[in-house]
T-cell receptor, first 118, second 114 residues
Framework: AQSVTQPDIHITVSEGASLELRCNYSYGATPYLFWYVQSPGQGLQLLLKYFSGDTLVQGIKGFEAEFKRSQSSFNLRKPSVHWSDAAEYFCAVGPGRNSGGSNYKLTFGKGTLLTVNP | DAGVTQSPTHLIKTRGQQVTLRCSPKSGHDTVSWYQQALGQGPQFIFQYYEEEERQRGNFPDRFSGHQFPNYSSELNVNALLLGDSALYLC?????????????FGPGTRLLVL
């Protein structure tokens, strides 16, 4: 069964500081990995995704994430955080190429709430 | 290009009632998935519809049912509402014939059951 762990429930950083949000996944085959962001009372916006190839992927709003197969991780990073980045961030795993065509769901972590101090 | 839209935005019901939530997918998308997000939790997969049929179902009781129409829009129905059904219900759309389906989410419908 696929699962996602986001070890940090809440992270606080100062504006301008760097950010790293952790994500560990469990999946039997090569997974597809996603980061979504959710502002209060809103739906989910896709930040970036990893399917294959270069393990460092670039997303919107200056975010990037690195896939490390040996560590089953897909951590999200940003070199300099802006106050508008305050939101909840969700890592998700989806079925990869070896899923057999019967599994289509995304499995999400419980999220990391990011607070940005001025 | 319109994104995923959902209606209504908010809804208040009482226990035992039935509710219908609606979703229109992103233009060009043919697959719709529904998720339930309880307060403080990540979204949980309810089911996915493609070609007007339920393609996969998560761990939700039969009180949760759905439908997809020929124009790819979808409805989520919940019968015999329980207090625990209070949540944000998210619809996501994707394209079936891509090698990988990337799901794009709507703003959600917030359901409160009293």
């Amino acid at each position: 069964a696929q699962s996602v762990t986001q070890p940090d429930i809440h992270i606080t950083v100062s504006e301008g500081a760097s950010l790293e949000l952790r994500c560990n996944y469990s999946y039997g085959a090569t997974p597809y990995l996603f980061w979504y962001v959710q502002s209060p009372g809103q739906g989910l916006q896709l930040l970036l995704k990893y399917f294959s190839g270069d393990t460092l992927v670039q997303g919107i709003k200056g975010f990037e994430a690195e896939f490390k197969r040996s560590q089953s991780s897909f951590n999200l990073r940003k070199p300099s955080v802006h106050w508008s980045d305050a939101a909840e961030y969700f890592c998700a795993v989806g079925p990869g190429r070896n899923s057999g065509g019967s599994n289509y769901k995304l499995t999400f972590g419980k999220g990391t709430l990011l607070t940005v101090n001025p | 290009d319109a994104g995923v839209t959902q209606s209504p935005t908010h809804l208040i019901k009482t226990r035992g009632q039935q509710v219908t939530l609606r979703c229109s997918p992103k233009s060009g998308h043919d697959t719709v998935s529904w998720y339930q997000q309880a307060l403080g939790q990540g979204p949980q997969f309810i089911f996915q519809y493609y070609e007007e049929e339920e393609r996969q179902r998560g761990n939700f009781p039969d009180r949760f049912s759905g439908h997809q129409f020929p124009n790819y829009s979808s409805e989520l129905n919940v019968n015999a509402l329980l207090l625990g059904d209070s949540a944000l219900y998210l619809c996501a759309s994707s394209i079936r014939d891509r090698a990988v389906e990337t799901q794009y989410f709507g703003p959600g419908t917030r359901l409160l059951v009293l």
